[in-house]
Each structure stands twice: as structure tokens, then as C-alpha cells.
């Protein structure tokens, strides 16, 4: 049974750094490719960030220079740096695991700025 389980979001003040972590359970993770992404209330689910199995990234335009996607083979942990944080940021943060056509999703964290 694959599961993928967030943790770290919460309420933050603009300015404030969070780091949202995404621990996976049954999948060989070191292979697959994963993924951060968010949608807001109202609006459409997008790509936050990604890193691929030998741990080239990339980011959404929005958040380049502040967040920093990382991972941890041996932990089978993905996690999710966000510094600068922004209102526009707040979301559901959910993790992706993806292979060979294949998505795994987790439930996602809730991640909210405001002062």
C-alpha cells in the first residue's frame, strides 16, 4: 500500500519560513520523480516544484528564489524549504510521487500566511 503523508504546514506570518516534509511508504522512492504542489481556494492545483530521481528541480515562476525542494533517499522524505513567505502562498500543499505513467498523492497540509 503506497501512502504519502505531509506534515509542517500551518499559520505563518508574511515573511516566515516554513518546511513542509513528505514521508512515502510503499514505492521504491529513490526512483521515482517527486513533486510539490498547491491549490488555493478557488483556483486551479499548480506544479510548486519538482526533483527527479537523481535530483535536478525545477520551480514554478512564483516561487523561485524562496522555496527549495530537497530529498532524502535514505529517509524516503521529500521536503519542501519556503522562506519569504507571501498571502498568495497560502494553500494545500500535497506531495506527488510519479513513475512510469503513475501518480501517488498524499492528502496534503495546509499551509496559511497571514498577519
Do not use: H
Amino acid at each position: 500500500q503506497v501512502q504519502l503523508v505531509e506534515s509542517g504546514g500551518g499559520l505563518v506570518q508574511p515573511g516566515g519560513s516554513l518546511r513542509l516534509s513528505c514521508a512515502a511508504s510503499g514505492i521504491i522512492f529513490r526512483f521515482y520523480r517527486m513533486g510539490w504542489y498547491r491549490q488555493a481556494p478557488g483556483k486551479q492545483r499548480e506544479l510548486v516544484a519538482g526533483i527527479t530521481s537523481v535530483g535536478s528541480t525545477n520551480y514554478a515562476d512564483s516561487v523561485k528564489g524562496r522555496f527549495t525542494i530537497s530529498r532524502d533517499n535514505a529517509k524516503n522524505t521529500v521536503y519542501l524549504q519556503m522562506n519569504s513567505l507571501k498571502p498568495e502562498d497560502t494553500a494545500v500543499y500535497c506531495c506527488d510521487a510519479a513513475r512510469g505513467g503513475v501518480d501517488y498523492w498524499g492528502q496534503g497540509t495546509q499551509v496559511t500566511v497571514s498577519s
